[in-house]
């Protein structure tokens, strides 16, 4: 086809007809424009038949008058076929494109599309599912996530996911969006290792939008501090790989975002058999509902004026330096800490249970001593799993060891003489110079158990200040050191929810 002997598809205001040109068929835009030619040259025929039919008045139309009324008649007639039939096309062509565009709108529903996390909208308003997504997408960015190992990005993600009483994954998907963005990190970055922080506007509204989402958040502390970023703060990012400490790496670890944890436990329910048709007993267990409170910790943390630099390595440098004075106080009080204004730790809370059991003779360790321990131990704590374990003071260790010695090592699966060996009855052995020496206090020379009865709540989220200058205080006068340092607090809190699951050693005459 071509424009003199295609088919007419509509015509211009000089009244040229145009011409169907071969290609393809005409889009909506271009049929609306066929159809306003149209109808434009359709209304200006009817002024044209009008004012013929004014002209002659009451006489018969004659001569050229008449030739111009029947060609105008025959193109009006035309015109309305035409626009009918455009009118009729593009009903076709708009129901062809809403009939895509649904396909492609299901077909991202069922397969997916990239989520794109930061949009500029409020994270804070999300719907939960929205919040989760462009959550998990930060952690697929190598700008935001390059610091973290696959353990620590697998948590998160478990964690961002969960809904359960005590972990609202949306709440912590809608920390991670609003700490994570480009203008709080930087405006973080230089309000906590500048003395005098310049911030953008846009700078400015990511902060405030922080502290006014953490002041409306159930059961947050104090205000004041800014919130660490997601991805650097310890009491989220810290896991078992990552960490020295033991017991964390031991112990049933749950992050919550709510003041204490709360469970459900039972000893579980007592089966029989019986005779054909013989009535069943009320079998119902006992269903205990343990508790977990969480305590504020805080930490002064001095660094080095040079830490802030470029932001990839501040955030690592950052959350080194905040996890590691946070994981040993953590040591510490998941061992002996008195749960009053702190965490409950592992030896006071078996201590006067009936799990704490006595050594045979005062200020000795002996072979029927662990055996003991191990016997009273239920088997069902002492199975192959992971968190089955031992733990003792490196000198009560030691102690142990010397039992594997001298004729004694039937008593043991391994030969504690073997340098390296941390093995007791098939179980790891580990070492916390927390616990009690021979000779100190009565409680917690060893303990036995599976680890997983006992139980450390975090709640999701670090605050921190900065302290402009660090002063040496030595001299007759205080001068600066050139340091700086942050005070950083964080909730924890920690508690054996199922005492039965443990045995501790102690000495019956200290």
Known sequence: MNRTTGRVIGYRRN??????????????????????????????????????????????????????????????????????????????????????????????????????PFTGEDARTLPQAAARDRALAVLDSREHAEHLDDAQLSRLSRMLRAQTRNTDGSHLARRLLLTENEHYRAAFQQLVTSTSPVLTPEQARAVQAVQEWRAMSIGTPGAGGYGVPVLIDPTIILTAQGSPNDILNLARVETITTDKWKGVGSAGMSWQFRAEAAAASDNSPTLAQPEVDTHRADGYIPYSIEVGQDYPGFAAEMATLLGSGYDELLAHKLSLGTGTNEPFGIIPALAGTASEIDTATTGTITAADINGMWAALPIRYRRGSNSAAWMSHTSVNNVI??????????????????????????????????????????????????????????????????????????????????????????????????????????????
């Open 15 to 116: 009244g040229r007809p145009i011409f169907e040109i071969a290609g393809g068929a005409p889009t909506a835009d271009e049929l609306r424009e066929q159809i306003e030619q149209a109808q434009t040259r359709i209304g200006e025929i009817r002024v044209e038949l009008e004012r013929l039919d004014a002209d002659a008045g009451n006489e018969d139309l004659t001569g050229e008058a008449r030739e111009q009324w029947e060609t105008l008649e025959a193109e009006l007639n035309e015109r309305q076929a035409e626009a009918t039939a455009r009118e009729n096309e593009l009903r076709d062509v708009e129901r062809g494109d809403r009939l895509r565009e649904s396909r492609s709108r299901w077909r991202s529903t069922q397969f997916g599309q990239r989520v794109r």
């Open 401 to 510: 060891q010397q039992l594997g010695s001298g004729g004694n090592d039937s008593a043991f699966t391994v030969n504690f003489t073997e340098e390296g060996v941390m093995v007791l009855k098939g179980r790891r052995a580990y070492m916390n110079d927390y616990f009690r020496t021979l000779g100190g206090a009565k409680v917690g020379l060893a303990v036995v158990g599976d680890w997983k009865n006992y139980l450390v709540a975090q709640r999701a989220g670090m605050s921190i200040e900065l302290i402009p200058h660090v002063m040496d205080t030595s001299g007759a006068k205080s001068v600066p050191t050139g340091e700086r340092a942050w005070f950083a607090w964080a909730r924890v809190g920690a508690d054996s929810i199922n005492d039965s699951g443990f045995r501790m050693l102690s000495d019956n005459g200290a």
